[in-house]
């Protein structure tokens, strides 16, 4: 079974087709992806409004592309996945409308897969794959959640962000730099020359009974920072504001991490989204793991931003399943705010 992947809920533009066989781990046989980085970055960040008219303008040469890359043609796609949400509500609707023109055109089906669960199972295309169940750390975007996962589909929420999520205060901090969008990478780019242990900055909720997260007083505390700095900072002191704040981030992050297992009773650990590519965040949860005897598993590099790779995975382990929502009436909608525990 072909399975094409579209995916467009924020400022990537993503196409992959996936191959499921039976109950193997379905196979990538080709993906596209375009990045706005270049086009936001005059603003500071993601205007929904460009966005959407760029996926517009990509997402179908993009299908080409992979059709052309895999040797394959239309003809031989037998489900279009797409993502429904979360996400902006434009650019989702650009997907979904495209997923499911194609699927009418064909005749095929056509299902809606949540971006969180693709982020979560994206591991399973690396070279390192988890087994079920297992404990996923989700830091992606907006989002920063701890789940249980003990199959495709089944999923509690342990605990999850109650305002900034890890992403933003990289990439709220990056701004207070006046570093370039996306500030994430910039901030860890940044971070490489300063100390992580020059400036004392807070680790919110990190000593909690819970497994929530907090991040909006650290962004507070940075900016209390630079103040104290005043007009004139030295490039030095943002080299170690940066390492600082990026130390307390993935301090909170590991610290959670490691209570859910502990929780749990769950020697597996999935890591998945955008911030899941940060070195020193791999770096501290490797050695904490393998203290522990747990095993840690990421996806590729590549994998870490969005992608529509992800997005076909998700659909054809939920195929195999007998899980997915598969519709041949070619109706859609899309949903903005989803919780991945509705999926």
Not at 20 to 28: E, I, K, L
Not at 49 to 62: G, Q, Y
Not at 299 to 321: F, H, K, S, Y
């Amino acid at each position: 079974m072909n399975i094409l992947g579209i995916e467009s809920s924020c400022d990537e533009t993503g196409v992959a087709l996936v191959r499921a066989a039976g109950a193997h781990v379905p196979q990538v046989l080709a993906q596209a992806l375009h990045s706005q980085v270049d086009m936001h970055q005059a603003y500071g960040g993601v205007v929904p409004e460009l966005a959407s008219r760029d996926h517009i303008r990509r997402v179908v040469p993009l299908v080409r592309q992979v059709l052309g890359d895999a040797g394959a043609v239309l003809a031989e796609v037998d489900v279009v996945a797409y993502t429904r949400g979360p996400g902006l509500a434009g650019a989702l609707l650009v997907g979904a409308g495209v997923a499911c023109a194609l699927g009418a055109a064909l005749e095929r089906p056509v299902v809606g897969i949540h971006h969180l669960e693709g982020h979560l199972l994206s591991p399973f295309l690396s070279s390192d794959p988890p087994e079920f169940p297992f404990i996923a750390l989700l830091v992606s975007g907006g989002h920063t959640q701890l789940m249980r996962v003990d199959d495709v589909g089944s999923y509690v929420l342990l605990g999850e962000t109650i305002d900034d999520a890890a992403g933003e205060a990289f990439d709220k901090t990056a701004k207070l730099l006046g570093l370039p969008y996306p500030g994430g990478p910039a901030l860890a780019r940044l971070a490489e020359f300063g100390d992580a242990d020059a400036i004392a900055l807070p680790r919110p909720l990190i000593a909690s009974a819970n497994l929530d997260f907090s991040f909006a007083g650290l962004k507070t505390a940075v900016r209390t920072q630079l103040m104290k700095f005043g007009t004139n900072v030295c490039e030095q002191d943002r080299a170690h504001l940066a390492a600082s704040t990026q130390q307390a981030i993935v301090d909170v992050l590991v610290r959670k991490a490691v209570a859910a297992l502990k929780q749990s009773g769950l020697t597996r650990l999935v890591v998945a989204g955008g911030v899941g590519a940060n070195a020193r965040l791999r770096e501290q949860l490797n050695a904490e793991c393998a203290r522990r005897e747990v095993r840690v598993h990421y996806p590729e590099l590549a994998l870490c931003t969005d992608n529509g790779a992800m997005i076909a995975l998700a659909a054809a382990m939920r195929v195999q399943r007998g899980k997915a929502a598969l519709s041949t009436d070619y109706a859609f909608d899309v949903r903005p705010r989803w919780p991945l525990i509705d999926a």
